[in-house]
């Protein structure tokens, strides 16, 4: 079956620190890869996407992700962590555009 | 950029009844899904909801105890039928806007409790 997977259920990283939230897949053919966020009471936001082109996306809020094709890997990062980046992160695969989501990951960044 | 509204945005119900939710975008959208969360958990996806014609349903979930429409492309509501407390959970509707994008947009979502 094809699926993404957060290995992490936590991570903690103090302010100012780089973040980095995992995720791998196991999707045959080329993968449709996407990151989202979800607030305390707030809806599910989009992140960023892998379709084509270059390993490194750059999406909202200062993250980016790394496609790694031999890896099998989309990990999510970003440089220098804020408290306001504490959330719920999922990671996704689009199957004929419907979505299949990790378990999600907890991010907690201390002042 | 484009407005996702979900109504209610909570709601508490006895369990044997039904909660119809509705979904609306100010604009016009490709594709519509709805989706539940359980407490703690991830999403899921119940099913895609096709303009004029029965949704599509994942697999374990069925059109009597989820039943969907969508009218026209900027609607669409979910409901739950026949709630039992382990319907309790947040459903959330998505659209898809174009072809070529693949992103969803995702609703506020309805935090449904059933007691």
């Known amino acids: 079956a094809q699926s993404v997977a957060q290995p992490e259920d936590q991570v903690n990283v103090a302010e100012g620190n780089p973040l980095t939230v995992k995720c791998t897949y196991s999707v045959s053919g080329n993968p449709y890869l996407f990151w989202y966020v979800q607030y305390p009471n707030r809806g599910l936001q989009f992140l960023l996407k892998?379709?084509?082109?270059?390993?490194l996306v750059k999406g909202s809020y200062g993250f980016e992700a790394e496609f790694n094709k031999s890896q099998t890997s989309f990990h999510l990062k970003k440089p220098s962590a804020l408290v306001s980046d504490s959330a719920l992160y999922f990671c996704a695969h689009s199957n004929d555009y419907k979505l299949s989501f990790g378990a999600g990951t907890t991010v907690t960044v201390r002042a | 950029s484009a407005v996702i509204s979900q109504k209610p945005s909570r709601d508490i119900c006895q369990r044997g009844t039904s909660l119809t939710i509705q979904c609306q975008v100010d604009?016009?959208?490709?594709?519509m899904f709805w989706y539940r969360q359980q407490p703690g958990q991830s999403l899921t996806l119940i099913a895609t909801a096709n303009q004029g014609s029965e949704a599509t349903y994942e697999s374990g979930f069925v059109i009597d105890k989820f039943p969907i429409s969508r009218p026209n492309l900027t609607f669409s509501t979910l409901t739950v039928s026949n709630m039992s407390p382990e319907d309790s959970s947040i459903y959330l509707c998505s659209v898809v806007f174009g072809t070529g994008g693949y992103e969803q947009y995702f609703g506020p979502g309805t935090r449904l409790t059933v007691t």
């Open positions: 892998y379709i084509t082109g270059d390993n």
């Open positions: 604009s016009q959208v490709t594709m």
